[in-house]
Each structure stands twice: as C-alpha cells, then as structure tokens.
C-alpha cells in the first residue's frame, strides 16, 4: 500500500526518522492491529467537478428526498416550532462554534450564555444546579447512572422499563466499561426488586410509550426504604414541563433530557442537547463544565468563569467522576434562545397544545374499527395505537405526504401491529384528520380482506 | 524547609499523620501536604460507621489547584469525623495538626501500625520529595 503523503507536512526523510525512533519499518505497520479485511483497499471516488457542475449534482441529488408536510414521527425527537431569532443570534460570528470555548475566560460573552442556559434550566426544572451541558440526552443519563454509583460507592443501578430503549444501550455501554451491574424491570415490580445495594433507579417520564408516571410516587415508595437511593429522571421532550410538575418539585435527585426539542431542528437524527440537573448537596460529582458568576478582585465588575474544574478529567484524569470535558455549546445556545423567547406563558400554551391535539387524535383514531389506544395512564404528545393492518396505515401515511409513526417492532419484536403515534404544535387539524383518514383506510380495506 | 514535624505522631509516605490513642486513630494531612495543595477549598469525608481496609481511599481534598485523596492510613471504621472542616476546609491549612484533624478510626488490625512511619523517616521522605 502506498500512502500519499500531499497534504501532510512531513517529508519521506522526517517520516522514516520518526519510524526508525519507535522501532518501525512503514507506516502501514501503524496500523497492524486494525484486521487486513477492514482496510479500505481502494476509494472509488469521480473526477473533481467545478462548483456550478457540483451545485446541479447536489441539487439532483436533492430531488431524491422525499419532503413531508406533516410529521407523525417521534421517539426521542421532535418536531416543535423554532423561532426564526433561534438560527439568527447562534449564527452569529461570535457565537457559531460547537464547543465549550479554549482559554475559556478570554470568551465573557459565550460564558455569559451557558451560565445563562444553566440558570434558564435550574428555573424550568426547580433543581439547584444545571451544568453547561451533555452530547444528548441518552449520555447525559448514562453520566447520571455514573455520578449515582460515584455518590453511594454502589454498583449496582435499577432501569424501570420505559426508557428509550437507545439510551438503555448507551447506559449499558456505560456500565460495561465502568464494571457497574444493571437490571431492567417493569414499574410493577419495582418495590419487590429494590434493595439497599442499588446505587439508583432510573425512570423515563413521560415514558417511551408516551405515559406519564406518577413520578411523586415512586420517589415516596424509593426513599420511604431506601433513603439513600438516589432516583434520576429522565425525559426526552422537555416540553411538557410547560404543564407538568418540575423534577425539583418531585424530590428528583438527578434530572436528565434530550434538549433537542427546545429550538434545535430534528435533522436526521441529531445534533442533540444533553440538559443535566442536580441537587446542591451533589454539585461536585456533577459531570462536566459548570459556568460560575464571579467579582474581580480590586473592583466591582463580574465575570464569568469555569469553575469547580477540579472534579474534570484534564486535571484528575482516571480519578475524575466523567470525562467529560466539553459541552455542546451552540445547542445550548439555541435552547437557551429558544426558552427565552418563549418564555413562561409560551412554554406553557406550547404543551396544553401538544396534549389537546394529541387528544383529539386519540378520540377519533380509537373510535375506527380495530384501532385501539393501548395506553392506560394519561399521556403527554406520543401514544400507542394498535392498528387493524399496519402496513397499508403506514403507506397510506407515505402516500398522503405524512412522515409515518414509528413501528414498535423496530425495538420490540413482538409489538408487529403498534405504533408509537407522536402530535406536536406543528401538526394541524388538517394534517391530523389526514392522518386520520390514512388510518381508516387502511381499516376498511383489511376488514374487506377478512 | 520550614514545615512543622511534630514528634507526638507517626507519618505514612502518602502524606497523613496518625495520632495513636489505644486502639483509635485520629488521622490529618501533614504540613508539607496542605503547603503541596495550597488553597483548600472543599473537603470530602466518609461517613460514620463506614470502614476501610488500609491504602483504600476514604475521601478527597480538594485545592484551588488540585485533588488530593485521603488515604487510609490504617484498616478500621470512622467513629468520628471532623464536622467543623466542611464549613471551614482552611482549618487544614491554618493547623494541619490540630483544629484541621480530619477523622478519627477505630483500628482493626493493631499489627498495621508498624507499617506506620516515624517523624525521622517522612523528615528524610519529605526531603527527597523537595529534591
């Protein structure tokens, strides 16, 4: 194999010096340890193009997308209205940048913005600390099952099922790496399963099937016995906490969610936002950058600094509780944007929205012929629908333009005839009876099969 | 080196003193370590009735500029911690050897004592610490 070497400012001289120091002879032989039938033998790439000839090639590719006018899709990503400000001020020169910034002291004005997003987070979730953010939502809780292990010096955690099932794997990863031993059990068996070696018991509501739990209550049955138990919540569309009770309100000890629903795009999946919260009295495990407001020795001017940087990895390295060392700065900066504009009143109307239009949906899809709702507790913008003949409902979907529901069977094999229906702000009643009618169609005609 | 070595103690390499009273220990970092991590912002101890095999780490201190842990110097269970350190963690600064104690262990295993150091020998281990 021949290396070419063009954009790398090393000579062959300095790269055969450099071999000759650590003892090899090409530097194929770096690569030694990746298996000979994973190398990229060939890269079958055309000849260059000029831009105008490029421009006409993405814009043909582009026509293969196919754009839908309603979306019926969620699981962990949602489509809410984003404010045009949103894009405006994280486009910003001075703002665009994915990270945490370096010399991060010499960057007020960006400081200034996550301390702002942890506090605009403490309000919305009643914890007393924010941190200035995690990758996503799924890490963020596997960072929580960490810091509980850390906190207790347990090794053992409880996932009430419920949980998305992507971040149970993102939390089992975890797990393995870190030798701490899981269990996933169903909400019922709770009390049973519990036992003073448990670390924490990880909870999602509203779950992935859409139910809200009576999180109050399961804090109370945790902590009546097990007083040192820690419960981490965990959400994936914060928005319901325009109308439900705040994870500080409920006692929660550690409260995690997907931020992408505060004015982040759903794109294909990602950038998510990561929101972290805590009690005061576990401020230093917390995974993480935290931004803290400071006053200049001699004068009276804040500042913003990073602070508690003692508890990161680039200082203790393998003693550090995460390592975690960044945060995902413009997300936070769009959610941050985005709760501010808003505001209290706006969050508020935004989720009695969500819940009224997923309602309506749910009382028209569950008076159709073989469709049945299978939820029994109350629910926030996702529900189940068991339906008649799947398939057809699902193309029907397609063909009217509404991006499909999720198919349950992806994650649980022998849910074959339920989806996981989501309603936001974004779908109108139009776009909801034209769901609607998708769904009766594809009941008539399996009833005219039978 | 102006650091202060009482006599009345025994030392560990890891930077702790150990006053010995009958079969309870009462354990502090010496001078050399809190002049090592300076500034003492947050001080991290175990429990009550939890106990600890020897060398394993049973807490932290933290400084404006690092993360030291407190090794156990010696197996046994925490009878006593020091409460007035969490609100004042400069105490260790100001008086390592006194109002900035940090615990106080109920020994296990009285044999361990002689892995202890005498105030001789941590003088010379602090000395080729300076070097």
Redesign the interface.
């Known amino acids: 194999m021949v290396f070419k070497v063009d954009f790398i400012p090393h000579d062959n001289k300095t790269i055969s010096d450099m071999l000759d120091v650590i003892g090899l002879k090409s530097i194929e032989d770096l690569f030694q340890d990746i298996p000979n039938d994973l190398i990229l033998k060939t890269l079958n790439l055309p000849s260059g193009l000029s831009e105008s000839d490029l421009l006409n090639e993405l814009k043909k590719l582009s026509k293969k997308n196919k754009i839908y006018i309603s979306s019926f899709l969620g699981a962990g990503c949602y489509y809410h209205y984003i404010p045009s400000i949103v894009d405006f001020i994280i486009s910003r020169s001075e703002f665009y940048t994915s990270y945490t910034p370096y010399q991060a002291e010499a960057s007020q004005g960006f400081l200034q913005a996550i301390y702002e997003y942890q506090s605009i987070i403490t309000r919305l979730t009643a914890m007393d600390v924010a941190n200035a953010s995690m990758y996503d939502g799924s890490t963020a809780l596997a960072e929580a099952a960490l810091m509980a292990t850390i906190i207790t010096r347990k090794n053992k955690i409880l996932l009430v099922e419920g949980i998305h099932p992507e971040y149970i794997e993102v939390v089992k990863t975890y797990c393995w790496g870190q030798e701490i031993e899981y269990k996933l059990i169903p909400l019922s068996l709770l009390e049973k399963e519990l036992n003073e070696e448990y670390a924490a018991v990880l909870i999602q509501s509203p779950n992935f099937f859409g139910e809200i739990e009576n999180v109050e209550d399961i804090v109370k049955t945790v902590k009546n016995t097990f007083p040192k138990c820690l419960i981490v919540h965990v959400m994936t569309d914060p928005t319901c906490l325009g109308i439900l009770r705040s994870p500080g309100e409920q006692s929660i000890d550690i409260f995690v969610a997907e931020g992408q629903s505060f004015g982040i795009s759903p794109s294909f999946g990602g950038p998510g936002l990561g929101i972290f919260a805590t009690k005061k009295e576990f401020l230093r495990k917390i995974p993480g950058r935290l931004v803290g407001k400071t006053r200049e020795i001699n004068g009276e001017r804040e500042g913003f600094i990073l602070t508690l940087q003692a508890r990161e990895q680039h200082i203790r390295r393998e003693k550090a509780s995460s390592n975690i060392c960044t945060n995902q700065a413009l997300c936070s900066l769009a959610a941050l944007i985005y709760l501010l504009c808003m505001g209290k009143n706006g969050l508020k109307e935004l989720a009695v929205q969500n819940i009224q239009k997923t309602n309506y949906a749910k009382e028209k899809l569950s008076k159709i012929p073989g469709y049945k709702i299978l939820n029994t507790k109350p629910t926030y913008n996702e529900f189940l629908l068991e339906c008649p003949n799947i398939d057809l409902f699902i193309k029907n979907c397609d063909e009217l333009d509404l991006l499909p529901p999720l198919r349950l069977s992806k994650y649980y094999n022998h849910m074959k005839n339920i989806v996981l229906v989501c309603i936001t702000e974004m779908n109108s009643r139009t776009s909801i009876d034209k769901f609607i009618q998708a769904a009766k169609s594809a009941s008539k005609i399996s009833m005219e099969v039978k | 080196m102006n650091y202060k070595f009482p006599e009345d103690v025994k030392y560990t390499k890891t930077h702790e003193w150990v006053l010995l009273k009958e079969d309870v220990a009462i354990v502090g970092i010496t001078d050399y370590a809190q002049h090592q991590l300076g500034d003492i912002v947050?001080i991290?101890l175990p429990d009550v009735g939890m106990a600890f095999e020897r060398e394993s780490n049973a807490g932290e201190i933290?400084?404006v500029?690092?993360?030291g842990?407190i090794i156990m110097p010696i197996s046994g269970e925490i009878i006593e911690i020091n409460t007035k350190i969490a609100e004042n963690p400069e105490l260790v600064n100001s008086s390592p050897f006194g109002e900035g104690w940090l615990m106080k262990i109920k020994i296990s295993h009285k044999n361990e004592i002689n892995n202890l150091i005498s105030t001789e020998e941590y003088i010379k281990l602090v000395e080729s610490e300076e070097a």
Do not use: D, F, M, N
């Open positions: 947050y991290e933290e400084s500029k690092a993360v842990e």
